[in-house]
Nanobody, 124 residues
Framework: QVQLVESGGGSVQAGGSLILSCAAA????????MVWFRQAPGKEREFVGA????????SYADPVKGRFTISRDNAKNTVYLQMNSLKPEDTAVYYC?????????????????WGQGTQVTVSS
C-alpha cells in the first residue's frame, strides 16, 4: 500500500513559478515510478510527467516540456514538480500517482495509488 500527500499548490501570476511536493508513505520508495497528473475544471485528468525509481529518467507531456521539471529525493520519500513560466492554462488540481511497474503509462487507470491533489491557479 502506498499513501501519497501533495503540497505546495497556490495562486501565482502568469510567468511565475511554483514547486509541488508529494510525500510517500511506502517501504521502498525507489521501487516506484512516480507520476504527476492534472485536472482542469470540466476536463479529464491528464498526464503531466513521470520519473523512474532512481531519478535518472524523466518524461513529460508536450504542453509542459521545457517548463516543468520532475525530481525526487529517495532519502525523503518525496517527488517534486518544479513549474516555471506558468500559464493560465496550467490552472488545475495536480495529483501525484505511483506505480511499481509500467514505465511510459500515461492513463489514469494505470495507477492504483493517488494523492488527494493540490490546487494550482495561474492568473493572467
Amino acid at each position: 500500500q502506498v499513501q501519497l500527500v501533495e503540497s505546495g499548490g497556490g495562486s501565482v501570476q502568469a510567468g511565475g513559478s511554483l514547486i509541488l511536493s508529494c510525500a510517500a508513505a511506502v517501504r521502498t520508495f525507489s521501487n516506484y515510478i512516480m507520476v504527476w497528473f492534472r485536472q482542469a475544471p470540466g476536463k479529464e485528468r491528464e498526464f503531466v510527467g513521470a520519473i523512474n525509481g532512481n531519478g535518472g529518467i524523466t518524461s513529460y507531456a508536450d504542453p509542459v516540456k521545457g517548463r516543468f521539471t520532475i525530481s525526487r529525493d529517495n532519502a525523503k520519500n518525496t517527488v517534486y514538480l518544479q513549474m516555471n513560466s506558468l500559464k493560465p492554462e496550467d490552472t488545475a488540481v495536480y495529483y501525484c500517482a505511483a506505480s511499481s511497474t509500467g514505465w511510459g503509462w500515461r492513463r489514469v487507470g494505470d495507477y492504483a495509488y493517488w494523492g488527494q491533489g493540490t490546487q494550482v491557479t495561474v492568473s493572467s
